[in-house]
């Protein structure tokens, strides 16, 4: 089949809105006086099909080439190879087991939608390698389910899917080329949010809310510099945009339908981080946040953890004014009460909570050196450790109030209510499981905070903790996302006082 009689010439949007066309170029009269961006004018499709005498099992074999899913219908494989032609157009060289080639000339419109349909898919992949739901926890699923359709309504969202799909590619592939076209994506994809910010019509758009998430990510993955806090800080800006545009729309916009109350909720425990690391306040632990986002809904479990956890920046900032601030008697002793008071509040929080569904998450009947923690699901996994960090947090902060020097303290118990080093002791010991090459990101995004706010703690008294300090080293050496978490980490503690644990301001960085 060589051509297609009588197909029409006309413009890409001309075709699709079967008008006549004057075919005038780059821009035809049409598009420009109904002022729209003319879609341009595709090459002739030339379509050449020869049945290949390749049988599916050999073509399974080869390993020149790449290989394709088919459905069992399909007639025999044929492997397909993108190669450079010339006049900016694709050509699709088959493999076969004679050399002769096969062109297939594609229009360069078409070859550009399968191509970022390829960097999106790879994507996706990251956060499940093999291709399995079951292997991504909620926040990922609901990625999923939205990225693929918002991506396609604002080009800030796809520039930066693009941008980390590129250059997973290319480091997967080992196109270097890729990869630096993946970072140029990144820089464009900045500009772009910036622009769109500045359009009141494209700044309240719910696509606009997941770019600083994925800009996120590529800090994460691709940001790493030796000795440098600059990672971290990108991150963090990225984390403050996100703030700001959440801010700015009110609790009730998250109310409005599902899509928005799924950013929230997915939004909230990843930007409780910067508030802890700044160890004040969050506007997230108001009232208001906390009940209008869920109007006409109700709170699920994960929901009412959230809830408690919003509470922990304020503790911390108690907790760090009582031992680095200058007070007199009095308001020293009235602020260790208050701080005692709200450690034994969120103590009795977190025990209502567990109570009231034991099987959402999971306690190890015994913890040591030696146990590395399997959960039943990633699911149940990353709600156990966030449970875990939260007790390291009201604990470790309960000590403290209670005149207990974390750094002469080697116990692992108390009489009246539990001790923070068992809660640090488990997340060390559960990096092995998230870090499964099943998990993909997924296991990387849930595990870096827990982690990281653990070392913390445990550097306060290292001897206590060394071997378990260890062990997390070691783990974390291995290639890839382990040691793409362990680059972050190095990066983000360069940017606290580790003496104090006090933020750094951005600005400082």
């Not at 996994?381 to 000590?399: G, H, K, N, P």
């Not at 982690?451 to 206590?464: E, Q, S, V």
Request: glycine share 6%.
């Amino acid at each position: 089949m060589v051509g297609v009689p009588g197909r029409s010439k006309g413009c890409v949007d001309c075709r699709k809105r079967k008008k006549g066309c004057d075919l005038v170029q780059p821009e035809c009269g049409q598009c420009k006086g109904r002022g729209i961006k003319c879609g341009g004018y595709d090459s002739d499709r030339i379509f050449i099909y020869q049945q290949g005498t390749l049988s599916r099992a050999a073509a399974l074999k080869t390993d020149k080439c790449a290989t394709v899913k088919t459905s069992p219908t399909q007639p025999d494989l044929h492997d397909y190879q993108v190669v450079h032609h010339s006049k900016s157009t694709l050509a699709v060289q088959r493999c076969d087991v004679h050399p002769t080639p096969v062109n297939l000339i594609l229009p360069q419109s078409l070859a550009k939608a399968a191509y970022s349909e390829r960097t999106v898919a790879a994507f996706l992949e990251m956060y499940s390698p093999a291709g399995i739901i079951r292997n991504t926890n909620v926040d990922a699923r609901e990625l999923f389910n939205l990225l693929p359709l918002l991506s396609t309504r604002d080009e800030a969202l796809q520039m930066a899917t693009l941008a980390v799909g590129m250059t997973q590619l290319g480091i997967t592939t080992g196109n270097e080329s890729l990869t630096r076209h993946g970072r140029t994506l990144y820089g464009k994809a900045l500009k772009e949010t910036a622009m769109a910010l500045r359009n009141p019509a494209r700044a309240n758009s719910k696509s606009l809310l997941i770019v600083p998430r994925i800009m996120g990510l590529f800090d994460m993955l691709y940001g790493a510099e030796p000795d440098s806090s600059n990672q971290a800080k990108s991150w963090l800006s990225h984390a403050e945009g996100e703030l700001a545009m959440i801010i700015s729309r009110g609790p009730e916009a998250f109310a409005a339908d599902d899509a928005a109350h799924m950013f929230f909720t997915t939004a909230r425990y990843r930007l409780l981080g910067p508030a802890i690391r700044a160890r004040k306040p969050t506007i997230f632990d108001a009232p208001d946040w906390k009940t209008l986002p869920w109007k006409g809904r109700t709170k699920s479990y994960e929901d009412a953890l959230m809830d408690i956890m919003c509470g922990i920046p304020e503790l911390l900032w108690s907790v760090d004014k009582l031992q680095f601030t200058s007070l007199d008697t009095v308001e020293k002793e009235k602020l260790r009460l208050h701080t005692l008071s709200k450690c034994w509040t969120m103590h009795f929080q977190l025990e209502s909570w567990k109570s009231a569904d034991l099987d959402s998450i999971y306690t190890p009947a015994f913890v040591d050196l030696y146990t590395t923690i399997s959960f039943p699901n990633i699911d149940i996994a990353c709600l156990t450790v966030r449970y875990w960090l939260i007790c390291l947090f009201v604990y470790s902060s309960l000590d403290i109030a209670s005149g207990i020097d974390p750094a002469d303290d080697y116990s692992l118990s108390h009489p009246d209510r539990p001790h923070p080093r068992p809660f640090a002791r488990m997340i060390t010991r559960s990096v092995d499981y998230f870090m499964q090459e099943k998990f993909g990101v997924t296991g990387l995004s849930a595990m870096w905070f827990p982690l990281g706010n653990t070392l913390f703690y445990m550097n306060r008294h290292r001897d206590a903790d060394e071997a378990y300090i260890t062990a997390v080293m070691k783990a974390w050496e291995k290639p890839k996302l382990p040691s793409a978490m362990r680059e972050f980490l190095k990066s983000f503690r360069m940017t606290v006082d580790l003496r104090t644990l006090s933020a750094r301001p951005l600005s400082e960085l």
